[in-house]
């Protein structure tokens, strides 16, 4: 895969990866949402699925979390933070609370051991319905989320960034957590008011 940054003509920053779109820093309310959900439950140990721009990681950090693994599978993307290729990202990775490690988000959550996470945030594609990787369909599949809760303490959160409301998922997180929540995020977009979502299970099974 090859990830692409550039310089729009309105000014945003935009992140394209195998020349799709993955987001832009024009709207970034959800992507702080999915941070502030789990911080506002009192998770302090998060890992998260996909760096992209780094919003949900500056949401985590700026919010108090103790420590925050990043999975990120592009090496450009984890590379364009070191460099201050993207900007602030230096001080992102350099903070002691931050390991950003290199790979697939899946095999970063097996690595993890069990009841070792407050919370588990996934925001690597843009939900079950419309995905950029075919591959990523497994991350909102019940063995992964299964996967997922084992790795999060008793009283822990998982939650998904989804651009449309999905009821297949919150139905496999049902079959995991006790409670099942789903937090809806107006955005304007290119003039036009839609909704992104993030769907949440909390204390796992
Ligand atoms: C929408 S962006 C994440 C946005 C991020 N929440 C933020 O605040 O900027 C998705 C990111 O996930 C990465 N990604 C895609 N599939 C992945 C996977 N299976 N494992 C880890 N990272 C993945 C992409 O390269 C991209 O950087």
Do not use: K
């Not at 996909?50 to 990681?57: E, K, N, R, V």
């Not at 590379?79 to 990202?89: H, N």
Request: net charge negative; hydrophobic share 40%; proline share 4%.
């Amino acid at each position: 895969m090859t990830a692409h940054l550039r310089r729009r003509v309105d000014g945003a920053l935009e992140l394209r990866v195998n020349g799709v779109f993955v987001m832009d820093d024009a709207e970034a309310s959800s992507e702080r949402l999915l941070a502030q959900v789990v911080l506002d439950l009192g998770a302090r140990d998060v890992l998260v699925g996909g760096l992209g721009l780094g919003y949900t990681l500056r949401a985590l950090l700026d919010g108090g979390a103790g420590r925050v693994i990043v999975a990120e599978v592009e090496p450009d993307v984890v590379r364009w933070f070191a460099d201050d290729t993207i900007p602030g990202g230096r001080e992102l990775a350099a903070d002691p609370r931050t390991a950003i490690e290199t790979g697939d988000v899946r095999d970063i959550v097996a690595a993890q051991s069990g009841m070792s996470l407050d919370a588990i945030v996934l925001d690597v594609d843009n939900g079950p319905d419309f995905l950029v990787h075919d591959a990523n369909a497994q991350v909102y599949e019940e063995d992964f989320i299964q996967q997922c809760a084992v790795r999060l303490r008793p009283d822990g959160h998982l939650c998904v960034w989804s651009m449309a409301d999905s009821p297949a998922v919150r139905g496999r997180l049902r079959q995991h957590f006790e409670r099942v929540e789903t937090h809806e995020v107006p955005v304007r977009l290119q003039g036009r008011q839609e909704s992104y979502w993030v769907l949440r299970g909390s204390r796992p099974r």
